[in-house]
């Protein structure tokens, strides 16, 4: 009597999910609000320029599902070039809503995380750096004003502190995934480890029920 014998575990890897695409639709849709609540408000920007920019970036959300399928790529190059856009078009609205001075700056730790779920330790450590390095180009943004004052951060005590508190925090994050996803693949490893054992043990009864037979 032959028992066929499987080997399975969950595990992180996953398609392009649609879940990453619904996130990106809630973050359009927060942008476009708070940029018009600002405006509302009296703060002088390019709103113009933003609205504009999350038209772009909505279109490309739109339509990812059709570059998917007329493109050739893995998954996780496709992830990684989708993350990679999603920290461009942040850093562009920043730029024109503030740079470091805009407190939706942190976003950019989101980022990080929905690589280290979605990609490999490599790749989540390039858009780290990627992130860090977006961070870094904001330290030039041009300021907001506000009531005709301008919001310069450059003249407050805790100026050097933001970005280097944003880069902590973008390090910090990848830091932890990397820990975490070398436990998993270390608690995989010891699953599969487990079930191999288990699937050998039923083996070998099986055969000496059989041999006893």
């Known amino acids: 009597m032959s028992v066929p014998i499987t080997f ?36 002088q920007f390019e709103s113009n320029s933003i609205f504009f920019l999350l038209g772009v970036y909505a279109l490309w959300n739109q339509f990812l599902p059709w570059i998917e399928q007329r493109f050739e790529a893995t998954v996780s190059a496709f992830v990684f070039l989708q993350i ?6 942040v850093t562009a609205v920043l730029w024109l809503s503030g740079g470091l001075s805009n407190p939706f700056v942190g976003i950019f730790a989101v980022n990080v995380l929905v690589a280290g779920l979605l990609l490999g330790p490599l790749l989540t450590i390039l858009i780290s750096s990627l992130a860090v390095l977006c ?27 933001v970005p ?28 599969r480890q487990k079930l191999k054992m288990d699937a050998l043990g039923r083996l070998v009864a099986g055969l000496a029920h059989e041999i006893g037979t």
């Open 8 to 43: 399975e575990i969950e595990t992180f890897e996953v398609e392009t999910p649609a879940w990453l695409r619904n996130l990106r639709w809630l973050l359009i849709a927060g942008i476009a609000v708070i940029t018009a609540l600002a405006a509302f408000l009296g703060a």
């Open 84 to 89: 990679t856009v999603d920290l461009l078009a």
């Open 135 to 161: 961070v870094l180009f904001l330290l030039r943004a041009p300021p907001i004003v506000v009531d005709g004052s301008e919001i310069l951060l450059r003249n407050s005590p805790i100026w050097i502190r």
């Open 164 to 191: 280097m508190g944003i880069i902590f925090l973008i390090l910090l994050t990848t830091g932890f995934i990397l820990v975490f996803l070398k436990r998993l693949r270390r608690a995989q490893g010891a699953a």
